[in-house]
């Protein structure tokens, strides 16, 4: 097994970086693979946000809110990398830039906690607002069927509360 050192040495070499580890092996190969996958989820953002917009499927509008928190969190990333190699090309070696890398991984961590609530609320008021009225549905008519159904069972059917799907 390689150590994760000689990897970014042999693969920074072949990208035409430092085979000694400089600072351009240490973030060209990181960057690269993360600059694909940005490119990767921005376009399926556009795919899935376009299909979105034409058949107003729920779903595939989730697929798309995830595909822009990929994309921005792993440009974020790309940029806090760059960042940091750079200032540390330029000499900054202090505790501000060693918290740097932390301090926005903080910050993004809670940016994504914050999409995670702020979404279950979303799905939460979505599936509680899809209950079928009296005007909607024959209430009584399901009533009767969900009897018939547990006929010769030891349940019985109380009430009835009929959503959408």
């Given at each position: ?103 926005i991984s903080l910050l993004l961590s809670v940016w ?21 009225g009296e005007e909607d549905l024959d209430t009584a008519a399901v009533q009767q ?21």
């Amino acid at each position: 097994w390689k150590s994760v050192d000689a990897l970014a040495a042999e693969y920074g070499a072949r990208f035409g970086a430092d085979a000694a580890g400089g600072d351009d092996a240490d973030t060209r190969v990181p960057v690269l693979l993360m600059g694909a996958c940005v490119a990767v989820k921005c376009c399926l953002y556009c795919y899935c946000r376009t299909v979105a917009k034409k058949s107003g499927s729920e779903m595939v509008r989730a697929l798309a809110a995830d595909h822009f928190n990929d994309t921005f969190t792993n440009s974020l990333v790309i940029c806090t990398m760059v960042f940091v190699s750079w200032l540390q090309s330029e000499g900054h070696d202090g505790r501000l830039v060693e918290k740097l890398d932390p301090g926005i991984s903080l910050l993004l961590s809670v940016w994504i906690l914050y999409g995670w609530i702020t979404n279950a609320l979303d799905q939460i008021k979505t599936l509680s607002d899809r209950r079928a009225g009296e005007e909607d549905l024959d209430t009584a008519a399901v009533q009767q069927a969900a009897g018939r159904a547990l006929a010769g069972v030891s349940l019985e059917c109380r009430g009835v509360d009929v959503y959408f799907t």
